[in-house]
């Protein structure tokens, strides 16, 4: 796992571009602070900051390879799991290689079949590979997005970096907040819990993501953007029966989790006592030679809250049958601290967030890396590929959608909100003057359209619908927590096989309409012989976990009242200065209504159809969005974040 950057142009002479490169390396230092190295080929210059794990001590980076007549240079970043099955297969087309690593072997498999190559990754991975020859940059991302990649085209240039604070090291580039994103942001986390999808967009304008599942090639004649997978290539029907499916699930998983036990280095996982963080902990703990480290999240100095009993129970269960082979520790969020890294995650994201939650993740990654670990295994995706929203989110059942245009006027019923909260010289100044209509239909159409048409299944549509917009903003989260504390996550749900395997299996199998096994039936019959029945069976969905405590949610609207007293002026040229302070009036109202007999607590879910009260991840998202707007837009030299690596 690493921090990659780097750029291509000809005016620059290739000193001058490796003092730059150095220069945005070393804001990227958190992603690879094992070794850091800078490579020039032709008028490409590449950086890499290096966590090392696989052949830790030949496999350098950045690397370069020769092969039939071509020289390529590879800045990688990820894990390519199947890497020792595409070694025979490249040496039985001439690749001679000089280490036992994955960043080779995906780079010899580019010099052998070109962008085809990618096809035959199961991995996660976010990469750039130059050729010399054909002077041809391509720029690489996994299928589902788990990696990042940014870049900047300036035509006759172009730039790439693993985060965006890494690109702003390039001389002469300002940070400017693109528009666009903020209204999509606050389109999605203030009307319904979805995530925030911007596809090509970034906070910074000018600054583009490349899209999961895509493949840019460019040259200095121009760039060409491919998609090169989609779920709709794996959906399909699957020739079994519902028992035969659970064995296969349970195979599928186990393999999956061995395959990614694979490193020189220390193994953790993020444990919530939930079905997906057991199995996991579960599978590994049981294979592993020594002990297996887990961190479990909680509110409570008794450690006596669901997941925290949950993770206890589970590890107890692992020590009883093979002792001393589990060591839990707990991260403990205390209310007088709550908000004292909010900053640093922001910096870590490069970006507002919606959810409060993500301060527990940020948090729960920090005792994994003081307990020494390097590599994490979490269960993100097991939701989205076999239905855990079943019960909770849009589309499923609360409520149900009967086609997307239902979906879409459902949406638009929130726009109230977000039209009331941004500022109408804000909104005038948009592209369009009916923008935030535009960026929903965009949505549907790219991410629900085309598999409501192509499978008929209202099930199968917002399967999809979910892993396009709420599983990236999910990753994106994880890769940016992890990797701010050096550790590299790892998500065997993702796999290649259990993707496929997912998106095949019919999704009344994983669904019921009562009982307390409503969502992700398959699944939790296939962990019945590995976990507590406790676990497997009697359960319910849980998320990542908020304090009950009320007095924490009064933590962070105090903040956001601080906030709005200094903020910057320029805030309220976007944000309405009256309507933010009456969202925090209401919610001191509703927080006094809120009570454990209440049936509704401060983070609950409001379904599309009813009224959109206000919850504490609203106001935690203005939060942050002022805050990201302070660190990133009002402190436009930021220095400290461009640190210039020794030769």
Known sequence: MCGIAGFIAKNIDAQEREAIVRRMIGALLHRGPDEQAVISSGEATFGVARLSIIDRRTAQQPMALSFNQQRGLIAYNGEVYNFNELYPLLESRGVSFRTHSDTEAVLAAHLVHGPAAVESLDGMF???????????????????????????????????????????????????????????????????????????????????????????????????????????????????????????????????????????????????????????????????????????????????????????????????????????????????????????MIQAFDEPHWEPRQLAMFENYRTLSQAGRTIVLTGEGADELFFGYYRKFPGF??????????????????????????????????????????????????????????????????????????????????????????????????????????????????????????????????AANLLPVEIWHDRVKSPLPVPDASSYHHVIARQLEAEVKRAHKDIWEILDRQTVLEMIGAFYVRARSVSPNSGESLTSYIALGEENRVRTAQLFGILTFIRWHEIYIQQTGKESLCVTLQN
């Open 397 to 526: 059942r609360t409520p149900s959608i009967s086609n997307p245009a239902d979906f879409a006027r459902l949406w638009r019923q929130r726009l109230p909100l977000v039209q009331k909260l941004l500022r109408p010289a804000f909104m005038s100044g948009l592209v369009s003057d009916d923008l935030a209509n535009d960026l929903i239909e965009d949505s549907i159409s790219a991410y629900l359209n085309p598999y409501w048409k192509e499978t008929g299944s209202q099930l199968r549509a917002m399967q999809c619908w979910y892993l396009h917009t709420f599983l990236p903003w999910l990753l994106m989260d994880n890769d940016r927590c992890s990797m701010a504390h050096s550790l590299e996550g790892r998500f065997p749900f993702l796999s290649k096989q259990m993707t496929s395997l997912a998106l095949q299996l019919p999704p009344e199998w994983n669904i019921a309409t009562d009982g307390v096994m409503q969502e992700k039936i398959l699944l939790r019959r296939a």
């Open 126 to 344: 976010a990469y750039a590979v130059w050729n010399q020859e054909s002077s041809e940059l391509l720029l690489v991302r996994d299928r589902l997005g788990i990696k990042p990649l940014f870049y900047v085209d300036l035509g006759h240039a172009l730039i790439f970096a693993s985060e965006p604070k890494a690109i702003f090291c390039y001389p002469g580039l300002k940070r400017h907040p693109n528009f666009a994103a903020i209204l999509e942001y606050f389109l999605h986390g203030a009307a319904f819990a979805s995530g925030y999808v911007t596809g090509e967009r970034s906070f910074f304008e000018g600054v583009s993501a490349l899209p999961p599942g895509h493949i840019m090639s460019w040259t200095q004649h121009g760039a060409r953007l491919q998609r090169y997978w989609s779920p709709l290539q794996e959906i399909g029907p699957l020739r079994t029966d519902q028992g035969a499916a659970e064995k296969e699930v349970a195979e599928t998983i186990t393999k999956s989790i061995h395959s990614m036990l694979m490193g020189e280095v220390p193994i953790g996982t993020a444990l919530s006592g939930g079905l997906d963080s057991s199995l996991l902990t579960v599978e590994a703990a049981r294979v592993m030679d020594e002990p297996l480290v887990s961190a479990c999240i909680t509110y409570r100095a008794s450690f006596d809250d669901q997941d925290a009993l949950h993770a206890t129970l589970l590890s107890n269960e692992l020590n009883r049958e093979k002792p001393g082979s589990h060591l839990l520790e707990y991260t403990y969020l205390q209310e007088e601290t709550y908000l004292d890294h909010l900053d640093d």
